[in-house]
């Protein structure tokens, strides 16, 4: 400490490195609140309905002899969803009845068009695999689960990747942002070089 006069002041390398100090604080601090920002704008919360298919033409063809197990493609399935997810979906499906056990199990390529809220509108692409319970007797469908997992996108959606989750008529899912920007969170703070 160098005294002036009575009046207290630092000594200039002092002041220069407690200057040096408050900058490598300052920036860890910033760094951390620009990486929450950027997490919490990057994740995008989905949910909606499917409005219901146009079944498409499905054809069949046994694999035992008593034809109580079948492998069947629906390469012509379409449906449209309402709620954070707007638009059309064309599927190409692949699916195994098993009339015995009354289930089916299945897979497919889905491609949507239309728009994800917070997001924009495009095309998104993900492959499904799903099961459900099934009536032979009256082809009747019911709990139906199963999954979409995001492989590709185009337009404003091409950033987007992660899982849709299927029950019934619903769907849901937590989605990751990949082109979403950071959020500036430290503004007002402005860190000055120490002069020399």
């Known amino acids: 400490m160098a005294y002036n006069r009575h009046r207290l002041e630092l000594n200039p390398k002092e002041s220069i490195m407690k200057r040096a100090l408050l900058v490598l604080l300052l920036i860890p601090a910033c760094g951390l609140a620009l990486t929450s920002a950027a997490t919490a704008h990057a994740l995008v919360h989905v949910s909606g309905t499917d409005l219901g298919p146009d079944a498409g033409t499905t054809s069949c063809h046994p694999l035992n002899a008593t034809g109580s ?9 379409a449906t449209s969803y309402a709620g954070d997810l707007t638009g059309t979906i064309s599927t190409d499906f692949r699916w195994v009845i098993n009339c015995s056990s009354g289930t089916i199990a299945g897979k497919g390529a889905e491609t949507f068009t239309g728009s994800v809220v ?17 009536d032979c007797s009256t082809q009747t469908l019911s709990n139906l689960h199963g999954t979409g997992t995001i492989m590709s996108g185009t337009e404003a959606l091409a950033g987007l990747r992660g899982t849709l989750i299927f029950t019934n008529q619903q769907y849901s899912g937590i989605l990751l942002n990949l082109r979403a920007r950071p959020v500036e969170r430290c503004r007002g703070h402005h860190v000055r070089r120490p002069r020399a």
């Not at 197990?69 to 399935?77: A, K, V």
């Not at 095309?123 to 319970?133: C, D, H, I, S, Y």
């Open 69 to 77: 197990l079948l492998s069947c493609d629906t390469p012509d399935f």
């Open 118 to 134: 917070r997001v924009g509108s495009g095309v998104l692409r993900w492959e499904t695999k799903f099961q459900a319970a099934f």
